[in-house]
């Protein structure tokens, strides 16, 4: 019933900045689920466990992985259905795939195809 598209990913030096977002599009019913659920971004790095990065909820309470507070920041812009990444002072160790994820009704989560981000040092 619904999609999640990132974007914004690409190669940076560390150091730098890029702005990761994800825009659900679907069923006005679908949409309504997804902007009245949390959503999160996780990432996964080669040969590593996907990990929650950040995640926000319907009242935009964000939480934060201990490794990425105080240099990523996570929103959402409901009237535009997507969820936002600004990630900051960007290190190596980012470097991953990074996905979206929504929830739906039913216990239904839905993920986005993944971006990548790719930080040099």
């Known amino acids: 019933q619904a999609q999640l598209v990132e974007s914004g990913g690409g190669l940076v030096r560390a150091g730098g900045s890029l702005r990761l977002s994800c825009t659900a599009s679907g069923s006005t019913l679908s949409i309504n689920d997804i902007n009245d659920n949390d959503m999160g971004w996780y990432r996964q790095a080669p040969g590593k466990q996907r990990e929650l990065v950040a995640s926000i909820s319907k009242t935009y309470s964000a939480n934060y992985a201990d490794s990425v507070k105080g240099r990523f920041t996570i929103s959402r812009d409901n009237a535009k259905n997507t969820v936002y990444l600004q990630m900051n002072r960007l290190k190596p160790e980012d470097t991953a795939v990074y996905f979206c994820?929504?929830?739906?009704?039913?216990?239904?989560?839905?993920w986005g195809q993944g971006t990548q981000v790719t930080v040099s040092s």
């Open positions: 994820n929504g929830k739906l009704r039913w216990g239904y989560e839905i």
